[in-house]
T-cell receptor
């Protein structure tokens, strides 16, 4: 089954404790992206990757890091989480660029206390 | 500067009637527009898209119209069904930064039986 998986689905952590949210796709997609969704603010792009070893900032990259060492994986790293990073996070992938439909993961709900 | 706006946070229609969801954009460099649907506790799923070289695209009950001069697009759902009740996001991409994807804030559609 073609899918995007994210782990963990739910995470409660404390300020400053480094964490990683994993994202994996099994569709051989070149393009992957991370978004956060906050109430009333829709989806805002954090980082995206056009291909392996190629990443770039979205609209809200501050406080986040990403890496793309393999085509299928695109982890999101929060080196020192803060309460304003409490949000719902979605990973997505598409064949090449986002003019192609993006396939989204189920989401990761992160709470930073 | 919000480049993609969905000015109606919510819309309620009767089953069998037409639902019209609207989206406005400011960046004339956008050349591809997509609509996604999102149910609670799930990731968004692709619904329909349109390229800037077209003014209409149809897929079953769903039609998207693009008015480039007004920088406006709309999604028509006819006839509306209770299962269409969800949050609908408009997204835009393209132009100088092909990897960026900009979403609107979403419109919550409720279709009443």
């Amino acid at each position: 089954e073609a899918q995007v998986t994210q782990n963990p689905r739910y995470l409660i952590t404390v300020t400053g404790k480094k964490l990683t949210v994993t994202c994996s796709q099994n569709m051989n997609h070149e393009y992957m992206s991370w978004y956060r969704q906050d109430p009333g603010l829709g989806l805002r792009q954090i980082y995206y990757s056009m291909n392996v070893e190629v990443t770039d900032k979205g609209d809200v990259p501050e406080g986040y890091k990403v890496s793309r060492k393999e085509k299928r994986n695109f982890p999101l790293i929060l080196e020192s989480p803060s309460p304003n990073q409490t949000s719902l996070y979605f990973c997505a992938s598409s064949l090449r660029i986002p003019t192609y439909e993006q396939y989204f993961g189920p989401g990761t709900r992160l709470t930073v206390t | 500067d919000q480049q993609v706006k969905q000015n109606s946070p919510s819309l309620s229609v009767q089953e069998g009637r037409i639902s019209i969801l609207n989206c406005d954009y400011t960046n004339s460099m956008f050349d591809y527009f997509l609509w996604y649907k999102k149910y609670p506790a799930e990731g968004p799923t692709f619904l329909i898209s349109i390229s800037s070289i077209k003014d209409k695209n149809e897929d079953g009950r769903f039609t998207v119209f693009l008015n480039k001069s007004a920088k406006h697009l709309s999604l028509h759902i006819v006839p509306s069904q209770p299962g269409d009740s969800a949050v609908y996001f408009c997204a835009a991409s393209g132009g100088a930064n092909a990897g960026k994807s900009t979403f609107g804030d979403g419109t919550t559609l409720t279709v009443k039986p």
